[in-house]
């Protein structure tokens, strides 16, 4: 079936485009649509209406088609031949209008939209610019500021701010295509105007050149490290000093740069990547999933009360069990303050704010969570503890229901075990802040059902969460590589640096923050208490933690008391640095016989992110992780590692397996082979000279 047709409607030629599952710009649809433009210019039509079959207007370029020989024509090409048309088009838009799909409703004469539609440029999520001439035409409607905003943040927006802004013309209600031909038709009663955005001049009034520099400045502050926005900027600039066909090959040279830069490589490996870890390579196709309908929590502290608020924004009421009605609503008001400070930045009306929380039941008896279809476990990082709410979920819970532990070390199979219903135990670990982060690791023990897998996988997605599938080890894969990152800060520590050094260099490298500003926010009480319960074996070298130690025995837990690897301002939580923990650091350098000598940033990074990839890679081998590119979601969306470097096992990558392993080779003899030993499978993939990509897709 052609995934282009075209039709007469009266006086109108209507061109559908039918390329599911998004109608992205595929070489066929773009042929398709030069055809029947051309087709169009000799027939009896007067204008044409542009629309889409299935769930969306376009959703953009083909990315598949990316990095392969181009075919002709290109998009920019063919969107010269649509604004050349002598007959005017109009773009009629219904679900999303997003990057070259937005650029070919700009290449119309004139377009409408549902009022549920939204349009938006997202290329810079790909590490990339609007290549096919959104660059130089949205300015030329919304003015510099608006343009900017729209291409630098990727941000969607809805047809009434679009049609505020001038992007497009007129929203209309009701069934698309007769409200098009309607439009369509008032177009012919007024002349058939042919408007071509390219016709227009950019308000000059709207920019200076100390605008730029200001929205500079700050570009690099929000979207730090990355290149694609510069490079939009400098296309803005172009729109408004040069003419329309000077700007295009502006756009199209820093198109082609941005298109062969390493990020935007990484980036589109990160866009399949999300899409790819919702899938479960042995699940059946026919499993079945189960009715979601109400969910019950337990623990309304910090974790429990985000994750109610990830299931009340979606519509599904939370009973939320705790112990005592005063730990009930310590847990309804720190959700109350969470809500109050969406309101206060105008994402939130007051009235659903108060609806959502009003779909939240505090309980303190188990036997209410009797109905619940899920329950999730929320309390103290504490096996026995766990145990024993798993037994007593076991007892009033209804047949069927999923029981999930929020768990982010603990054995999920020792949990599952609790219970007379392993096949219904699963852990969903949700990352702090809950209702912010999008990471969601979803535990499979060995006898979780299937049914159960497929249906976390599809709770994610309700709630909006990006899935990643983890088989069970100690931290499964977010934390057990968390461990060997935090391992070697800590050495690096006490061998010569200092956490000023060790963050500046990992947030250099792109990390939202570096490891020790990490310990501080999280609490270094956090690590302290996990190991008390542990042997001296199983705590591992005391090299790797004595500074946390003596930081934590000192009471400096980190910003919640004002001070921890920094001190903190108590008014406004800046850090500086404290010369109190240089000492704590010396004096713990010299208990454990260890000579302080000066550690180059490169090796603090090589370190600290090779770590991390050969515990990747072990996580690989053992079938903790289905692919490597689950892990790079791991790390993006839970740990704060620049997509824009495509995670840490792509990373790799683009490094070299072979550098990554004979470099894990000399540290091992450099620092001790109990800290670091090759992965099989890093060496396996260096013998076979194969990268981690080709390894994955074999
Ligand atoms: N090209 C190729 N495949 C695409 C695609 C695209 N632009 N957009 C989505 N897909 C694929 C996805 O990979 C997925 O495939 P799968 O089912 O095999 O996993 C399938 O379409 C469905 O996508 P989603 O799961 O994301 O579906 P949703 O309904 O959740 O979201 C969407 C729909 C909002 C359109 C979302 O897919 C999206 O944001 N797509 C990307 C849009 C984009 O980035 N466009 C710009 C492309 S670059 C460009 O246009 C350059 C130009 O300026 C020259």
């Given at each position: 079936?052609?995934?282009?047709?075209?039709?007469?409607?009266?006086?109108?030629?209507?061109?559908?485009?039918?390329?599911?599952?998004?109608?992205?710009l595929?070489?066929?649809?773009?042929s398709?649509?030069?055809?029947?433009?051309t087709?169009?210019?000799?027939?009896?039509s007067?204008?044409?209406?542009?629309?889409?079959?299935?769930?969306?207007?376009?959703?953009?370029?083909?990315?598949?088609?990316?990095?392969?020989?181009?075919?002709?024509?290109?998009?920019?090409?063919?969107?010269?031949?649509?604004?050349a048309?002598?007959?005017?088009?109009?773009?009629?838009?219904?679900?999303?209008?997003?990057?070259?799909?937005?650029?070919?409703?700009?290449?119309?004469?004139?377009?409408?939209a549902?009022?549920?539609?939204?349009?938006?440029?997202?290329?810079?999520?790909l590490?990339?610019?609007?290549?096919?001439?959104?660059?130089?035409?949205?300015?030329?409607?919304?003015?510099?500021?608006?343009?900017?905003?729209?291409?630098?943040?990727?941000a969607?927006?809805?047809?009434?701010?679009?049609?505020?802004?001038?992007?497009?013309?007129?929203?209309?209600?009701?069934?698309?295509?007769?409200?098009?031909?309607?439009?369509?038709?008032?177009?012919?009663?007024?002349?058939?105007?042919?408007?071509?955005?390219?016709?227009?001049?950019?308000?000059?009034?709207?920019?200076?050149?100390?605008?730029?520099?200001?929205?500079?400045?700050?570009?690099?502050?929000r979207?730090?490290?990355?290149?694609?926005?510069?490079?939009?900027?400098?296309?803005?600039?172009?729109a408004l000093?040069?003419p329309?066909?000077?700007?295009?090959?502006?756009?199209?040279r820093?198109?082609?740069e941005c298109?062969?830069?390493?990020?935007?490589?990484?980036?589109?490996?990160?866009?399949?990547?999300?899409?790819?870890?919702?899938?479960?390579?042995?699940l059946?196709?026919?499993?079945?999933?189960?009715?979601?309908?109400?969910?019950?929590?337990?623990?309304?502290g910090?974790?429990?009360?985000?994750?109610?608020?990830?299931?009340?924004?979606?519509?599904?009421?939370?009973?939320?069990?705790?112990?005592?009605?005063?730990?009930l609503?310590r847990?309804?008001?720190?959700?109350a303050?969470?809500?109050?400070?969406?309101?206060s930045?105008?994402?939130?009306?007051?009235?659903?704010?108060?609806?959502?929380?009003?779909?939240?039941?505090?309980?303190?008896?188990?036997?209410d969570?009797?109905?619940?279809?899920l329950?999730?476990?929320?309390?103290?990082?504490?096996?026995?503890?766990?145990?024993?709410?798993?037994?007593?979920?076991?007892?009033?819970?209804?047949?069927?229901?999923?029981?999930?532990?929020?768990?982010?070390?603990?054995?999920?199979?020792?949990i599952?075990?609790?219970?007379?219903?392993?096949?219904?135990?699963?852990?969903?670990?949700?990352?702090?802040?809950?209702?912010v982060?999008?990471?969601?690791?979803?535990v499979?023990?060995?006898?979780?059902?299937?049914?159960?897998?497929?249906?976390?996988?599809?709770i994610?997605?309700?709630?909006?969460?990006?899935?990643?599938l983890?088989?069970?080890?100690?931290?499964?894969?977010g934390?057990?590589?968390?461990?060997?990152?935090?391992?070697?800060?800590?050495?690096?520590?006490?061998?010569g640096?200092?956490?000023?050094?060790?963050?500046?260099?990992m947030?250099?490298?792109?990390?939202?923050?570096?490891?020790?500003?990490?310990?501080?926010?999280?609490?270094?009480?956090?690590?302290?208490?996990?190991?008390?319960?542990?042997?001296?074996?199983?705590?591992?070298?005391?090299?790797?933690?004595?500074?946390?130690?003596?930081?934590y025995?000192?009471?400096?837990?980190g910003?919640?008391?004002?001070?921890g690897?920094?001190?903190?301002?108590?008014?406004?939580?800046?850090?500086?640095?404290?010369?109190?923990?240089?000492?704590?650091?010396?004096?713990?350098?010299?208990?454990?016989?260890?000579?302080?000598?000066?550690?180059?940033?490169?090796?603090?990074?090589?370190?600290?992110?090779?770590?991390?990839?050969?515990?990747?890679?072990?996580?690989?081998?053992e079938?903790?992780?289905?692919?490597?590119?689950?892990?790079?979601?791991?790390?993006?969306?839970?740990?704060?590692?620049?997509?824009?470097?495509?995670?840490?096992?792509?990373?790799?990558?683009?490094?070299?397996?072979?550098?990554?392993?004979?470099?894990?080779?000399?540290?091992?003899?450099?620092?001790?082979?109990?800290?670091?030993?090759?992965?099989?499978?890093?060496?396996?993939?260096?013998e076979?000279?194969?990268?981690?990509?080709?390894w994955?897709?074999?």
């Open positions: 079936m052609s995934v282009v047709s075209y039709q007469l409607e009266g006086d109108i030629g209507v061109i559908r485009l039918n390329n599911p599952p998004v109608n992205a595929s070489h066929a649809l773009r398709g649509i030069q055809d029947a433009v087709q169009a210019q000799d027939d009896a007067l204008a044409l209406v542009l629309m889409c079959e299935g769930r969306t207007f376009i959703a953009g370029a083909d990315i598949s088609e990316f990095g392969k020989p181009p075919m002709l024509p290109s998009l920019p090409e063919l969107l010269i031949v649509l604004e048309s002598k007959k005017p088009i109009i773009a009629a838009i219904h679900g999303t209008a997003l990057g070259g799909g937005l650029e070919t409703a700009l290449a119309c004469h004139y377009r409408c549902l009022p549920s539609a939204q349009v938006g440029l997202p290329e810079v999520k590490g990339l610019l609007p290549g096919a001439g959104g660059t130089q035409r949205v300015p030329r409607l919304t003015g510099v500021k608006a343009a900017l905003d729209l291409m630098t943040t990727g969607p927006i809805a047809a009434a701010q679009a049609l505020n802004i001038g992007l497009i013309d007129k929203v209309v209600e009701g069934d698309l295509l007769s409200a098009a031909l309607d439009f369509a038709n008032e177009v012919i009663a007024q002349g058939a105007e042919l408007k071509r955005v390219s016709d227009l001049e950019v308000d000059k009034t709207t920019a200076s050149a100390e605008f730029f520099a200001e929205y500079r400045k700050t570009l690099s502050k979207l730090r490290g990355q290149e694609a926005p510069h490079r939009i900027v400098e296309c803005i600039e172009a000093n040069t329309f066909d000077e700007g295009l090959k502006v756009e199209r820093l198109f082609v298109m062969q830069s390493s990020q935007s490589g990484a980036l589109q490996h990160m866009f399949f990547a999300e899409r790819m870890s919702s899938k479960v390579k042995d059946p196709k026919d499993t079945q999933l189960k009715d979601i309908k109400r969910v019950g929590i337990i623990g309304g910090l974790m429990g009360g985000g994750i109610a608020m990830n299931f009340v924004n979606v519509g599904i009421p939370v009973t939320l069990l705790e112990i005592s009605q005063e730990a609503q847990g309804k008001d720190l959700i303050k969470n809500y109050a400070m969406t309101v930045k105008g994402k939130l009306t007051v009235e659903l704010a108060t609806q959502r929380q009003d779909m939240i039941t505090g309980t303190t008896d188990y036997n969570l009797a109905d619940m279809d329950v999730i476990e929320a309390v103290f990082e504490n096996l026995d503890i766990k145990k024993q709410v798993f037994a007593k979920l076991d007892n009033v819970c209804k047949q069927g229901a999923i029981l999930a532990s929020n768990t982010s070390y603990q054995d999920v199979n020792l599952a075990q609790s219970t007379s219903r392993p096949q219904d135990v699963i852990g969903l670990h949700f990352f702090s802040p809950a209702n982060m999008k990471l969601l690791e979803i499979r023990g060995d006898e979780t059902s299937d049914e159960v897998v497929a249906t976390s996988m599809a994610a997605k309700s709630i909006k969460k990006v899935p990643a983890s088989r069970v080890c100690y931290g499964f894969i934390n057990r590589m968390l461990r060997h990152y935090a391992r070697e800060a800590q050495l690096c520590l006490l061998e640096s200092t956490p000023q050094n060790i963050d500046a260099v947030q250099k490298f792109g990390m939202a923050m570096g490891p020790l500003a990490v310990g501080d926010l999280a609490g270094i009480d956090i690590g302290y208490k996990a190991r008390e319960g542990l042997t001296d074996e199983q705590k591992g070298d005391v090299r790797t933690y004595c500074i946390a130690d003596a930081l025995e000192m009471g400096r837990l910003q919640k008391t004002g001070a690897y920094y001190q903190y301002d108590p008014e406004t939580r800046q850090r500086s640095v404290d010369p109190v923990v240089m000492e704590v650091i010396e004096a713990q350098a010299k208990k454990r016989g260890v000579e302080r000598k000066v550690i180059s940033d490169k090796t603090i990074l090589d370190r600290l992110t090779f770590a991390l990839i050969n515990e990747g890679f072990k996580i690989l081998e079938g903790i992780a289905q692919r490597p590119s689950d892990i790079d979601v791991v790390y993006a969306f839970g740990y704060g590692f620049p997509a824009y470097r495509g995670g840490p096992m792509f990373y790799a990558d683009t490094i070299g397996l072979e550098k990554i392993y004979h470099t894990v080779c000399e540290f091992a003899d450099t620092y001790g082979e109990e800290f670091w030993q090759p992965a099989a499978l890093l060496k396996q993939l260096v076979e000279g194969k990268t981690l990509t080709q994955a897709n074999s």
